[in-house]
Antibody, heavy 123, light 106 residues
Framework: EVQVVESGGGLVQPGGSLRLSCAAS????????MNWVRQAPGMGLEWISF????????YYADSVKGRFTTSRDSAQNSLYLQMNSLRAEDTAIYYC????????????????WGQGTTVTVSS | SYELTQPPSVSVSPGQTASITCSGD??????SCWYQQKPGQSPVLVIY???RRPSGIPERFSGSNSGNTATLTISGTQAMDEADYYC?????????FGGGTKLTVL
């Protein structure tokens, strides 16, 4: 079964750090690009990062650029999101979402979604 | 930055056709995708490359994209189709989502 499982969320104070993980299974992780997408409470979807299959290309949304870092480890079939200088507005469910049909920039979309992991930034 | 605009809500009667629009500058020059998200659940990709359906998505879901508007059409809408729907494109190194449309089946 193709799936991704996010973990690492929790409660953190403003200015703090958190590292999210995404464990992938059921597909050849090293062959596909990955994305991080978040959803604040009661709000819509917000894309925050893209990483290519080889990690050679990484993009970030302006809202997290300079604070968040995306990486991947094909040996562990895992994707990571290092989040620093966290703010209240970073409170959200964080999803990792691969594009196993093709690349997102050629219109294939993100076809696998986990249950997400919840990050709450509050004092 | 590129923006996608969706109507906040659309209502449809069971068995009728629902159309959800997504507007953006020269959107027809880009590939569009659509996601369905039911309350308390994760998003599901229902349309990619404007009109293609992933495996397992019912044929009643279809898509089109031309000019400045992409459209998700649900034919013979069922109660189970009640959900939030998001359009999405890729633009200049970013993924852009529309604000979402709440589809009510009543």
């Amino acid at each position: 079964e193709v799936q991704v499982v996010e973990s690492g969320g929790g409660l953190v104070q403003p200015g703090g750090s958190l590292r999210l993980s995404c464990a992938a299974s059921g597909f050849i992780f090293s062959s596909f690009s990955m994305n991080w997408v978040r959803q604040a409470p009661g709000m819509g979807l917000e894309w925050i990062s893209f990483i290519s299959s080889s990690s050679s290309t990484i993009y970030y949304a302006d809202s997290v650029k300079g604070r968040f870092t995306t990486s991947r480890d094909s040996a562990q079939n895992s994707l990571y999101l290092q989040m620093n200088s966290l703010r209240a507005e970073d409170t959200a469910i964080y999803y990792c979402a691969p594009s196993t049909l093709g690349t997102v920039f050629t219109g294939y979309g993100m076809d696998v979604w986990g249950q997400g992991t919840t990050v709450t930034v509050s004092s | 930055s590129y923006e996608l605009t969706q109507p906040p809500s659309v209502s449809v009667s069971p068995g009728q056709t629902a159309s959800i629009t997504c507007s953006g500058d020269k959107l027809g020059d880009k590939y569009s995708c659509w996601y369905q998200q039911k309350p308390g659940q994760s998003p599901v990709l229902v349309i990619y490359q404007d009109r293609r359906r992933p495996s397992g998505i019912p044929e009643r879901f279809s898509g089109s994209n031309s000019g400045n508007t992409a459209t998700l059409t649900i034919s013979g809408t069922q109660a189970m189709d009640e959900a939030d729907y998001y359009c999405q494109v890729w633009d200049s190194g970013t993924v852009v989502f529309g604000g979402g449309t709440k589809l009510t089946v009543l």
